[in-house]
């Protein structure tokens, strides 16, 4: 019975009532989890979403504006979902064949080399220096993983 959800979450949305967030959790936990582990495969990620998404839950707590309740619940999990894999994702660079072949790749790689080679040849004194270029990469990383997902 959904219009059940709804009364819950209208009332920890409106007054933070904790028992109403208590029972909203026990109603929805199942198809919750089974929902993200779907999306996530493996349960430690599914599980970790899952309190992400009640998490976000309480700090955004007067965000429910009415509605289907199941609906609310799911893309707060689905954006949870999402957000971990993009996390997840975040350090992972392809080399396969295709990816190899990028002109990108080819020159993050060298770039990534070059840089490895400087800092093997000299002293490790300028660790400040050596954090800002590894944020460096890491951000010319993520620029080449956003373009090849347009």
Do not use: P
Not at 27 to 46: F, P, Q, S, T, Y
Not at 82 to 92: A, E, K, P, Q, S
Not at 113 to 118: G, K
Request: with cysteine.
């Amino acid at each position: 019975m959904t219009g059940e959800d709804e009364r819950l979450l209208s009332e920890y949305s409106r007054r933070g009532d904790v028992k109403s967030l208590s029972a909203l959790v026990v109603r929805n936990a199942k198809w919750l989890k089974a929902m993200l582990l779907g999306l996530l495969a493996r349960e430690v990620d599914a599980d970790d979403a899952f309190q992400e998404t009640w998490a976000r839950v309480i700090r955004s707590r007067g965000a429910y504006r009415g509605g289907d309740a199941r609906a609310y619940l799911a893309r707060v999990a689905r954006s949870a979902a999402i957000d971990r894999l993009r996390r997840d994702r975040r350090y992972v660079l392809s080399l396969d064949a295709e990816a190899a072949g990028s002109v990108e790749v080819q020159a993050i790689v060298e770039s990534v080399s070059h840089w490895v080679n400087t800092v093997v040849e000299s002293s490790l004194s300028h660790s400040g220096s050596i954090l800002t270029r590894v944020h460096e990469l890491h951000l010319r990383l993520a620029v080449v993983e956003v373009g090849s997902q347009c």
